[in-house]
């Protein structure tokens, strides 16, 4: 009886680490059996999915909380998975997943190849490359350092480094060219307009280069006011693709609209009536000069609004309107003095803040100043001497200040 009763005690043990053991033993199996221990991908090719790192499929198998990963950046991560088994419940498996990075960055580049001219500004690696497709970042370097700024044919090598150190080689022919010779620029000539009309500052005008097809041209006309009589410069640049640069100016002179009019006929008829009331029998060119300057100044009243360039138009604003600025006294003057036979020439200030215009005579004793402007002070200047007329300008803040060049020699 003593012997069955530690039988039946002992045999329970038995069976409680038997069953132990079998558990232990399933559950490892299954262990092993369910998740890789390891396992590789190659950078950005995959979203590793808990599904990648099971050895058959099961239901409800996720990645612990702690779990975390890029699969885009390369690197050894420590993974557990999770998954309810029956029987034994919620279990947790250890694994590592191997991010590899085996592919050379694919690159597409800017150009097929380089055409420059030695004063151009050196390109840099990455200005060669249009796109880079890898899962890492990556840096682009040249192969070697190469001298842009000399003149000759050679290969660039450009290489795209991605971050395992993966490298992608490309090769781009390159041409260096030197050239020191500037576009030119032909058809630049003075232009002149109507007050308000359209200037065609490029009318005629041709840009060349030895090299550049197509240099550029722009056309600097800030100075301009198309509604503003006057004389304005306008500027020329011209610049070819090595940098070279050709500038030119000219001006353009705006001027006032012609009066319909105002034709040979009808200004001389006017001139011819004026002379016949102010020019007497006896009377020597002299004495003309002075009975014409008289009535330019006594019969025009200065405004600076009315002015007008055109000859004709402006003689006949002056003897038929009885208004108009400096270029219209001078120019009623001229034509009255034509009519005389009185030998005259234009003369012009140089420009500052405003022009001017007057004129010389010469009644045969030589050249003389002749303004039919009554000044501001009321000095009125007819047949002076060069020599008072500077003293007059340069005490009178430069009013005829001329360029003696452009002139026959004043008394």
């Known amino acids: 009886m003593k012997k069955k009763k ?53 239901d409800g198998a996720t990645f612990t909380k ?91 090598t450009v290489l795209v480094t991605d971050a395992a150190g993966n490298v992608t080689k490309n090769t781009i022919a390159c041409t260096v060219v030197e050239d020191i010779t500037p ?28 090299l550049d097809p197509a240099p550029t041209l722009e056309v600097d006309s800030s100075e301009v006011n198309v509604d503003k009589r006057g004389v304005y410069t306008v500027k020329y640049i011209a610049t070819d693709d090595a ?16 009066i319909a009019a105002a034709t040979e006929e009808t200004v001389y008829a006017m001139a011819d009536e004026i002379l016949a009331e102010i020019i007497t029998d006896g009377m020597d060119q002299k004495a003309q000069a002075r009975a014409v300057f008289n009535w330019v100044v006594n019969n025009i009243t200065y405004s600076e609004s009315a ?16 208004v ?9 003057a001229e034509v009255l003095l034509n009519r005389l036979g009185i030998k005259n020439m234009e003369i012009e200030k140089i420009r500052d803040t405003r022009g001017h215009y007057w004129l010389l005579i010469d009644i045969g004793e030589g050249w003389y100043h002749y303004d039919p402007n009554l000044q501001l002070d009321g000095t009125l200047i007819f047949y002076w001497h060069d020599a008072d007329l500077w003293e007059y300008s340069n005490t009178h803040g430069n009013t005829h200040n001329y360029d003696p060049s452009k002139y026959p020699t004043i008394q």
């Open 6 to 58: 530690i039988l039946l005690i002992v045999l329970p043990i038995i069976l409680v680490l038997v069953a132990g053991i079998i558990g232990t033993f399933i559950y490892y199996k299954i262990n092993s059996d369910l998740v890789y221990s390891e396992v590789y991908v190659e950078a950005g090719t995959s979203n590793c999915d808990v599904k990648e790192f099971l050895k058959k499929e099961v």
């Open 66 to 156: 702690d779990s975390t990963f890029d699969a885009n950046v390369p690197g050894d991560y420590k993974l557990k998975i999770k998954w309810k088994m029956p029987v034994f419940g919620v279990q947790t498996y250890d694994t590592v997943l191997h991010v590899t990075d085996t592919t050379a960055p694919v690159v597409a580049l800017s150009q097929e190849s380089i055409q420059m001219y030695t004063t151009a500004t050196a390109p840099t690696a990455a200005d060669l490359i249009d796109s880079i497709t890898d899962a890492s970042n990556c840096t682009i370097d040249f192969a070697e350092q190469y001298d842009f700024s000399k003149e000759g044919n050679f290969d660039v």
């Open 183 to 210: 576009p030119e620029i032909t058809g630049v000539e003075p232009i002149e307009i109507a007050q308000g009309d359209t200037v065609s500052y490029k009318k005629n005008i041709e840009v060349t280069d030895n």
């Open 243 to 258: 940098g070279n640069v050709t500038e030119k100016t000219t001006t353009v002179k705006i001027v006032s609209a012609k």
């Open 307 to 322: 002015g007008i360039d055109d000859l004709l138009s402006a003689a006949y604003k002056g003897m038929y309107y009885h």
């Open 324 to 332: 108009g600025d400096c270029t219209v006294k001078q120019k009623t």
